[in-house]
């Protein structure tokens, strides 16, 4: 096929970008739990990513880069829940170990078939109630199903990190599906 | 290994980052400790149920219509976004 009309920064960015755009819907969605928001944040991202396609430095991982900027979209849009103060990360790690027993025993623990009369706008339901940070590694590991090194390298931050906001972000989203699971009747308690 | 370290490997176990030795000896601790176990199975299940519920979804069509508009236009006629005009008259033309 022949490429006629299209300018080589075109070509470049269909082959090299366009090719992630599943990744960034797949994140985008389950960030906003809104298909039209999604698709606002895609486009808007892809748009910046070709506006500013000389910024990206070839052969670094592209879809970082890609989801940095759709992280700098989502946080423009959303900057309310963006302003909660990004302290987590201490507390996160001090009491990481010490409280993984304590909130099991808080919520029973969750067995396989606990939360199967669940509807998936349920569950959609509650990972979009995550706190952002938590929601994120949890979209990127459970669902687009990156490495550990990969989400370090989006977020930029430590593999201890990512590994401590996975564990707190199950833990949270175990006690949101028990609670939705116990007020409809579901799940027998414990 | 003790419950300390165990439970720090629980959500690397979920994940299958566990190897060799390490691998054996959060298998064998997990196999023999009730509440530890209960925390690996907890964190595991969870893990799976969100994998079962929300799988990957294709990009919709419209979206990837949308971004090879954008593409052809967006860079140099400095349109913002498309509007859902121009992505119904790309419907029509023909590929
Ligand atoms: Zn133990």
Known sequence: MKTAGKTPKQTEFETEALPHADLLYNYALRMTNNAADADDLVQET??????????????????????RIM????INRYRREAKEP?????????????????????????QEGSFDALLDDDVATAIAGLPEDFRTVVILCDI??????????????????????????????????????????????? | MNCQECVERI?????????????????????????CRQAFESERV???????????????????????????????????RVSPYQ????QAIPH
């Not at chain 1, 892809?46 to 991982?61: I, M, P, Q, S, V």
């Not at chain 1, 001090?94 to 919520?107: H, P």
């Not at chain 2, 929300?54 to 400095?78: D, K, N, Q």
């Not at chain 2, 992505?87 to 790309?90: D, E, R, W």
């Open chain 2, 46 to 80: 969870i893990k799976q149920f969100i994998q079962q519920r929300l799988p990957m979804v294709a990009l919709p069509e419209s979206l990837a219509r949308a971004l090879s508009a954008l593409l052809r236009e967006g860079g140099y006629l400095g349109v913002s």
């Open chain 1, 144 to 190: 687009e199903g990156l490495t550990y090194e990969e989400i370090a390298e989006f977020l930029d931050c430590p593999l201890g990190t990512v590994r401590s906001r996975l564990h707190r972000g199950r833990s949270l989203l175990k006690v949101k599906l028990t609670r939705y699971a116990k007020d409809r009747g579901y799940a027998i308690e414990g």
């Open chain 1, 46 to 67: 892809f748009l910046k990513a070709f506006r500013f396609w000389d910024k990206y430095e070839k052969g670094t991982n592209i879809r970082a880069w890609l989801f």
């Open chain 1, 71 to 74: 992280k700098n979209s989502y």
């Open chain 2, 87 to 90: 992505v119904v008259q790309y």
């Open chain 1, 86 to 110: 990004d302290t987590v990360d201490y507390d996160e790690i001090q009491n990481f170990y010490t409280s993984i027993r304590d909130e099991t025993a808080d919520s029973g623990g969750a």
């Open chain 2, 11 to 35: 959500t690397p176990a979920v994940d299958h980052y566990l190897r060799g030795s390490e691998k054996v000896w959060f298998e064998h601790h997990t196999l023999h400790c009730p509440p």
